[in-house]
Every structure is written in structure tokens, then in C-alpha cells.
């Protein structure tokens, strides 16, 4: 196994597959009625959050106290830069108190990286600024392929704010890693630049029409739009959106009644999508958080679990 | 016999153009020139076999830190390493702080320059009062002063303002000032771009920084010059529109002049995939195609001058995230070597060109009397001799900089700075 996960890149398909199985062993645990396997016992992980995150970082919390891990959350909002301190330094100075494992969130692209340069501790990637966030994209294969079996050959939707997401990035990575055909939709200006050469080097689509997308989709993953991007001219109106991208109550129509319907959370209804949508029985999002807390778990394990105590 | 100090005999030098020499320096200025063997015995003596003699080298964009953030770089320090990398003049950006946009700001680098002694030091003029780009600083006042300052600008961020821009470029002419724009259209390329749009910037999710936000800029200030009759001077060119913009405009005769930094003949933007700050440079780095036009611009003559942008920062500046961390690198030390390699090395420039691209077009852009000459009899003695057959590794801790934000670090460079006088007078070199 990779020693820090900071990318889908550092994962080969076999390395995936090994994470998927025993993220169903976790999963079930999850099960039971005394849920702490005592596999992390003794050691520390430490949730660092650049970043506001709800989600993220009770999944990871969970997810070490379930191995009983020690799990501190850390809130480090506001860039340390303001403060007068490095990155470098903030972050020495938590792992000098005997860290294991430092999950990551950062609003920085790249944080993750050069925090694992920086440290000994083994480093996992919440999130960093608009580059990835690898268990989401982990725990959202995961969830396609216990709804669909295999994703080999499944044709895969992404749509949405494509520039400014993380999730988007490690999320078609990994799925055209399983084998799945993906296709990302967004009006032009929330497309990645250079997105063209990028598809054509990494076997993927890039489209334009949702209509065109949505009839032949075996799963449709929905991002969120940032309030931000509403004044940012990305787009003329919320309004123009829902009808060009949003996942409506007539898209939902078009879409295969098995097609499971996923949303990193946390969702703008009525926006990018539509609460029949939302709340519609192929919908995944519920089980996408359940499988968040059993992913993060099995990385977790995969990562810490075999690393002698320092 | 002891011997005569006052004198310097630089014996079987290379002039740029290829002929052999001996200079015998003397009160400031190149006394001989020619075969002067045996005729000068008791004076000091530099054996120069095999070493070119460049006029000292000159450059237009240096940023030292001095005032405000003395622990990366202070004027001293500085011009150490401009010594050691060849120069024999610099112009130092006026983000300092406080910013010099004033006549006294701009005599007290001046004085710390005379003091430190190595270089000659030029204040380049804010052309906007605290680099704000709304009001113009008192640049007649500042071209006044005993620094007589002719070069302003607001490098670091751009005179955006078109009208801000056209009354900086008419009021110049009165005393042959000259505006040196750092292009950077502010709306396409926030100050928080860092990585050149493309599909790097689009993999490694940094916000990128359009080449056409700093080609729409230069479009629009050659003709702002050609409408006001001024001249303009554009900093770190980084794109091959930009080039063709200002192939076009010299073309019609607009007096526009161009400058490009070592880091963007050599280093591309598939540099900045490891996320490492010492990458991180404004305008950023850019693909192999620009480069290419670059390197093409330069030789040509479209590109008038080679410029460092020396930008030092302290370690714990560069030790943030990617897009905080602080833009710039050092290269002083390297440019001449740097310009040797993709220069010298690729036939696409000589020894001579190398002497105008560094020296003589620098010199003249900035209106400094004394530098950029030819190395003749009567001429102040400013030169630097430069072994052109070694090759070196460089190693950033080996610096007169107080920084280490050195990019050029483990690189293999061709040739070496052995010597640099100023006035006669040795300031780099045993």
C-alpha cells in the first residue's frame, strides 16, 4: 500500500480493490452494536481542518474511533500565512507532539503534498483547494459498484462545477481507473482549462448537453455549485443553470430508473438538484455517507495499521 | 618592487567579438587597449587566457528588500550578488517598504548602493503612489533628485488603469522617463493567479493565469505609446502573443522596448506539478512553446534585454501552501549562465549578442551613463570576465544572497563569472 494517500494517482486498481474489500468488512461493523475493532489501538491520528468541514471530518473522526485510534480534530482556519506562521511550521509543530497518522484538509491546492514532504507521520488528503479529495472519490466508486456490480464499461455522468472541484478530480480518476467510461458535463466557463487535451490523455468525454448525457448514464453525479460561482459571472443565473444543468424533475425522467443518482453533499436543492431528485429511491447520497465512514476506515487501517509505533 | 595598486592589467582577455586583448584599468576607466605585453610591469595583474570580457552587465529589474524585509535581501547583500553574477549596475524595483515613490525614498537606495559600493545602484520610481494605481507618484520630483530617476514602475502589480497609464506615459517625456509595465491584466489574472492557465493549472486545480492577460495589456499600452508619443518598456515578457505584439509595434515604429528573465528561457510550467513554491514565479512559468518564441524573440532582436527579476524571500515566505506562498526567485548569480546555456550553447546568440542583450540594450533603456559600453580606451572600466568553457552545478547554498529560493539549484549551467570591476576597482574575483 502507498505510504500517504494524497492522490488517486498514488493507488493502482488492485490497491483500490484491496481498500473496497475491506471497506465492506468495516461495513459491516458498522452493523453491529459495540462497533470498535481495536485495530488502530495506541495509535494517534490527528484531523487537521484548514477548512469549515462538517462531514468530512466526523466521517474521519468516526472512522479512527471505530479502530480506536486516538482522534484529535484540529481547527486551523484562516491561513497560517496571516498569522505570521508557515504551513511548514504549523504543522511540525502538531506532529512534534507524536503523531501517527494527519488527515488533511486545506483550501490550498497542493497542501497535502508538501505537508507529506514536510512530515514523518503518514498523511491522508481531505481535501486540498480545487486539486482532490481521494476518500470521496473512493467512497463514491464504492457505492456505484455495490449498486451496480463492476463499473468495467458502465457509463458514468459528472456533472456540474467541474473547475473549482476537487471531488471531480479525484473522482474521474478513479472511476476511468475501475474501468468505467465517464463523461463530464458543465457550461464551458466552469470546465477545467485545457480540459480538452486532459480527456483526450485520460479517456474521457467532455460534453456540453446534460439532455445528450443523461438517457445513456448507468450512474449521474451530481456536484454541488459554491454559492460564490453565482456572483462570479461563471454563469448569468441559478435559474439558467437548473435548466441547463440541474437534475430536474423531467431530467429525472430521462434518466435509467437504476441509474444510482450520487451528491458529495451538502446539496443546494432546487439548484443543481431537484428534491425529487434528492430524495428519489435510485438516489445514493445516504449510502454514500454510511460508505464514507467505512472507506475512511479501511484507508485508514490499510495505512496505519501495518506502520510500527515510532 | 611593490606593486602599483591604482593600476589593472587584464592580460590575454576575449572580447565579445572574438578578438584578443589586454585592458590595462586605471582611475576609474579603460586607459589601453591592444598588445600591451611588457609595457606595464609593477601593476596588478589578472591572467584573463581563455576568459571573456563582457561589459559589465546590467540589470533592469532587481528586486532588493531593503527597506522592509532586510532579513531576505538588503541593498549590501544584494549587490554581492550582482557583483558575483557579472553586474556592474541594477535597477531596484521600487516595491519596497516603504515603496519608493518618493524623491527621498529613491536617494536613500541610491546612498545605500554608494555605500555598499559593488554595483550602481538605480532606483526604479513607483509610477502610482504606494504602488496603488490610482494617483501618479511625484515622478518629476523623484527624476529630480540626486537619484535621477528615469525608470518607473509599479512592478508587482500592473498600471491597469488605461488613463492612469496614458498620463504616466505623457508626463515622462518632459524629463525622457520611461514606464516599465508589469503586464497584468488584474480582471483575467487576479494577483492570486499562479500557475499559466493551461492544462496543468486545470489538473493541479491552481487558478491560472492567462497568457492573454498579460498580451492584452501590451496591445494596449504600444498603442497608448504611439498615441501619446511616449515610451514604454515592458517587464518579464512571458508569451509568444506577447512577442508578436511587440514584433508588430517595433515594426511601426513605436517606441517600445522588451525585457525577458532568465527563469522563462529555460524553465516551464510542468515544473509546478510538485506543488513546490520555489516554482512559483509572477508572470508564471510557461509551456515549451512560449519559450521557444522567447529564446527566437531575444536573438532576433524583438526582446531587447535579458532582465533577472531577482526576487529573494525569506525561507518561511516560500514554506506556505502553493498559492500563498510568495512569488519570486533568485538570479542574479545565474542569468549569465543561464543565457550562456540556452543562448550561447543553441547558436542562437554570440558573444557580442550576449554583451548587447545584458549590457549595452539595458544600459540604454535605462538612460545609465557609464555601463553598457564596448570596452574601449576611455571608457569608465566597468566589465566582468567570464570563463565561457566550464560547466557548473549550482548549489543554492553557495550565495551571496540572503535567500534560497534559488531554482536553478542542482542545475547544470555552462559558463562562470571569474572577475568584476566597477570603475576599475575589483568587486567580485581573488
Known amino acids: ?214 438517457p445513456k448514464a448507468d450512474a449521474v453525479m451530481m456536484l454541488r455549485v459554491q454559492k460564490e460561482r453565482m456572483s462570479g459571472g461563471y454563469f448569468p443565473s441559478p435559474r439558467e443553470y437548473t435548466v441547463g444543468y440541474g437534475l430536474t424533475r423531467e431530467r429525472l425522467a430521462q434518466l435509467k430508473p437504476d441509474a444510482p443518482i450520487c451528491h458529495p453533499g451538502p446539496m443546494n436543492r432546487g439548484l443543481e438538484i431537484a428534491a425529487d431528485a434528492a430524495d428519489a429511491a435510485q438516489s445514493a447520497v445516504l449510502e454514500q455517507v454510511s460508505a464514507g465512514v467505512a472507506i475512511r476506515m479501511s484507508v485508514l487501517y490499510h495505512l496505519l495499521a501495518g506502520e510500527e509505533t515510532p | 618592487m611593490s606593486l602599483d595598486h591604482s593600476k589593472t592589467l587584464i592580460a590575454g582577455a576575449t572580447l565579445p567579438d572574438g578578438t584578443r586583448t589586454d585592458l590595462l584599468l ?115 520630483l523623484m527624476a529630480r533628485s540626486r537619484a535621477q530617476v528615469k525608470v518607473f514602475s509599479d512592478d508587482g502589480k500592473c498600471v491597469h488603469d488605461a488613463r492612469v497609464m496614458r498620463r504616466a506615459l505623457e508626463y515622462v517625456k518632459a524629463f525622457g522617463g520611461v514606464v516599465s509595465q508589469h503586464a497584468q491584466d488584474p480582471h483575467l489574472a487576479p494577483y492570486t493567479s499562479c500557475c499559466h492557465e493551461g492544462e496543468i493549472s486545470g489538473r493541479l486545480g491552481l487558478p491560472g493565469w492567462p497568457g492573454v492577460a498579460e498580451e492584452v495589456i501590451v496591445a494596449r499600452d504600444v498603442m497608448l505609446a504611439r498615441h501619446t508619443g511616449s515610451r514604454v518598456h515592458v517587464a518579464h515578457v512571458s508569451t509568444a502573443g506577447s512577442v508578436e505584439v511587440i514584433r508588430w509595434a517595433k515594426a511601426q515604429g513605436i517606441a517600445v522596448t522588451a525585457e525577458v528573465t532568465p527563469h522563462h528561457l529555460l524553465l516551464t510550467t510542468d515544473l509546478l506539478a510538485g506543488y513546490d513554491p520555489t516554482y512559483k514565479v509572477n508572470p508564471p512559468l510557461r509551456p515549451a512553446e512560449d519559450v521557444e518564441a522567447l529564446r527566437v524573440a531575444l536573438s532576433d532582436g524583438t526582446i531587447d534585454a535579458v532582465a533577472t527579476d531577482h526576487a529573494p524571500h525569506a525561507r518561511h515566505d516560500k514554506e506556505h501552501a502553493f498559492v500563498d506562498a510568495a512569488f519570486g526567485m533568485l538570479g542574479l548569480e545565474t542569468s549569465l549562465q543561464v543565457v550562456a546555456t540556452v543562448m550561447v550553447e543553441n547558436g542562437l546568440l554570440d558573444w557580442s549578442g550576449v554583451a548587447r542583450v545584458m549590457s549595452q540594450a539595458p544600459a540604454r533603456i535605462a538612460g545609465l551613463d557609464g555601463h553598457g559600453g564596448s570596452l574601449r580606451a576611455g571608457e569608465p572600466a566597468n566589465l566582468t570576465l567570464v570563463d565561457p568553457s566550464v560547466q557548473v552545478v549550482v548549489d543554492r547554498d553557495a550565495s551571496a544572497s540572503l535567500s534560497r529560493n534559488n531554482p536553478w539549484h542542482e542545475r547544470k549551467l555552462t559558463g562562470r563569472v571569474v572577475a568584476s570591476f566597477l570603475r576599475g576597482a575589483r568587486t567580485y574575483g581573488s
Request: contains cysteine; proline residues 3%; glycine residues 10%.
Open chain 2, 26 to 140: 586605471a582611475d576609474g576607466a579603460i586607459l589601453e587597449t591592444g598588445s600591451l605585453d611588457g609595457r606595464h610591469e609593477g601593476v596588478e595583474r589578472v591572467d584573463a587566457d581563455g576568459l571573456i570580457a563582457l561589459p559589465g552587465l546590467v540589470d533592469l529589474h532587481t528586486h532588493l528588500r531593503e527597506p522592509g524585509r532586510e532579513d531576505a535581501e538588503t541593498v549590501l547583500t544584494g549587490s554581492r550578488a550582482a557583483a558575483a553574477g557579472g553586474f556592474t549596475a541594477i535597477l531596484a524595483m521600487a516595491n519596497t517598504n516603504p515603496v519608493t515613490d518618493t524623491a527621498e525614498a529613491a536617494e536613500r537606495i541610491l546612498d545605500l548602493g554608494r555605500t555598499a559600493g559593488l554595483v550602481d545602484v538605480q532606483p526604479v520610481g513607483a509610477v502610482t503612489k504606494q504602488l496603488a494605481g490610482e494617483e501618479l507618484a511625484e515622478l518629476g
Open chain 1, 1 to 214: 500500500m502507498t505510504r500517504h494517500l494524497l492522490s488517486i494517482d498514488d493507488l493502482s486498481v488492485e490497491q483500490i480493490q484491496e481498500i473496497f474489500e475491506t471497506a465492506a468488512e468495516m461495513h459491516d461493523v458498522q452493523r453491529r452494536e459495540v462497533k470498535k475493532l481495536p485495530a488502530l489501538r495506541g495509535r494517534t491520528v490527528i484531523n487537521m481542518f484548514f477548512e469549515d468541514s462538517t462531514r468530512t471530518r466526523s466521517s474521519f473522526e468516526i472512522a479512527g474511533k471505530w479502530l480506536s485510534a486516538d482522534v484529535i480534530n484540529i481547527s486551523a482556519k484562516g491561513s497560517s500565512a496571516s498569522k505570521g506562521e508557515s504551513l511548514r511550521d504549523t504543522v511540525l509543530t502538531v506532529c512534534a507532539m507524536g503523531v501517527d497518522g494527519l488527515v488533511i484538509r486545506h483550501p490550498a491546492s497542493g497542501a497535502a503534498q508538501q505537508v507529506s514532504e514536510w512530515v514523518d507521520a503518514v498523511v491522508v488528503n481531505a481535501g486540498d483547494g480545487m486539486h482532490e479529495h481521494p476518500t470521496q472519490a473512493l467512497l463514491d466508486a464504492y457505492t456505484l459498484e455495490r449498486r451496480l456490480g463492476s463499473l468495467e464499461g458502465r457509463q458514468v455522468a459528472i456533472v456540474g462545477d467541474l473547475t473549482h472541484s476537487r471531488v471531480f478530480r479525484s473522482g474521474v480518476k478513479c472511476l476511468t481507473k475501475l474501468g468505467a467510461e465517464v463523461t463530464v458535463v458543465a457550461p464551458p466557463t466552469l470546465m477545467p482549462s485545457g480540459i480538452d487535451e486532459w480527456s483526450r490523455t485520460a479517456g474521457f468525454e467532455v460534453n456540453y448537453d446534460l439532455d445528450e448525457v443523461l
